[in-house]
């Protein structure tokens, strides 16, 4: 073990010397027999991998991502790496050299995803893209402020390309719920997917847009882009926080208002966390019947009280929100993920009056309406 990494620490040292050869695997390759001396074309196979991962993947934790499933990875110290694929976190057997490794990859990542991370700026947040069409949500913090180790957070997003027939299959929802769903579909209804993290609120949505008329055209605005729903005519808008200079950004409001130039039949916000639920609210009341959105929140009951906090932020008060929400949201369809880490439609229901009480109509475990 400590020779493999004294390799590669030497052949890094030869990469930062001469860039140029990093995609010249013959050349690695090369490099790696001199420095190593007798090796296995296996061994070299090896090291060339790790060599690809530490340049352009998430190094020792890109064979966590080959895991059916999972969805986040988290770096707690060099040797409390945990992964979740929908049944709780999992010890992996991935480990760090030491506390530096850790930090060396969240720089790196960092960098990837336009920011820093440094002493002075000892946390960060952002997207990266991959080849195979994912996204990773980087999350990490410093140590200080972490108190013991660098952390590193992952999340990650692949597509959300479900049908409705699919989750059927999977016991998300029951054949007389599909319908029931369908039905809203056909009618234009304007909804809201709400549910805890992880509760499959994006895959539902994209399900959902899949039964949308083909003649439609479906405008979806996102933070990250993971609504990839089956049908022809979907345009995806996706927000942007600022650069390092602090410049740049465009936020989801941004994005609302230009979807509303765009001759959108249904407007589509894959996650309301912000002060966009003013400017979505409004275009639901402006004509723009059957669009849709998803928030966290755990029950129906909650939802009001979400939907307050987040208008508050876009300076529309309570009043306001709720004589808005009553005329622009006509169905809440909330997911909830069990113990065992499936994921169902735990209610349907409606916001109704003002101010504005949530009613459900249907929960788990009851008929069909």
């Not at 493999?4 to 990469?15: D, G, K, P």
């Not at 849709?292 to 009951?301: C, E």
């Not at 809440?332 to 349907?348: L, N, P, S, Y």
């Amino acid at each position: 073990m400590a020779r493999t990494e004294a390799v590669l620490e030497n052949v890094h040292r030869r990469i930062a010397d001469h860039p140029e050869i990093v995609g010249d695997a013959g050349e690695l390759a090369r490099i790696i027999r001199q420095e190593a001396g007798v090796i296995s074309d296996g061994d070299v196979l090896e090291l060339l991998r790790r060599l690809r991962n530490d340049s352009a993947g998430i190094g020792a934790l890109e064979p966590l991502l080959l895991i059916d499933g999972v969805t986040d990875i988290v770096v707690n110290a060099p040797n409390q790496v945990f992964f979740d694929r929908g049944a709780g976190l999992e010890e992996s057997d991935a480990m760090f050299a030491d506390r530096a490794a850790i930090r060396q990859l969240a720089s790196r990542l960092a960098v990837a995803c336009g920011r820093r991370l440094d002493d002075a700026q000892p946390y960060v947040d952002g997207r990266l893209a991959r080849d195979d069409g994912s996204i990773i949500r980087v999350h990490a913090v410093l140590s200080p402020p972490a108190q013991d180790s660098p952390c590193l957070s992952l999340r990650v997003l692949r597509p959300a390309q479900t049908t409705l027939t699919e989750l059927i299959h999977r016991g998300t929802v029951t054949p007389g719920i599909a319908e029931l769903l369908r039905e809203i579909i056909r009618e234009r209804r304007s909804f809201l997917v709400v549910g805890g993290t992880g509760s499959g609120k994006t895959t539902m949505l994209s399900a959902l847009l899949a039964e949308v008329d083909h003649r439609e055209r479906i405008v979806c605005i996102e933070d990250t882009a993971e609504l990839r729903p089956p049908h022809p005519h979907v345009l995806n808008l996706v927000a942007r926080a600022c650069n390092i200079e602090g410049s740049g950004e465009i936020t989801m409001a941004d994005l609302l208002r230009q979807a509303l130039r765009m001759r959108p039949d249904r407007i589509v916000v894959g996650e309301i966390r912000g002060p966009e639920v003013v400017d979505l609210l409004a275009a639901l009341n402006t004509g723009h019947n059957g669009g849709a959105g998803t928030i966290h929140a755990n029950s129906l009951a909650e939802v009001p009280a979400r939907l307050e906090a987040l208008a508050a932020l876009g300076g529309l008060d309570r009043a306001a929100l709720h004589s808005q929400l009553a005329a622009a949201v006509d169905v809440v369809i909330v997911m909830k993920r069990e113990a065992d880490g499936t994921r169902q439609v735990h209610q349907i229901g409606t916001l109704e009056g003002v101010p504005v009480a949530a009613h459900v109509t249907w929960e788990a475990g009851r008929p069909a309406p």
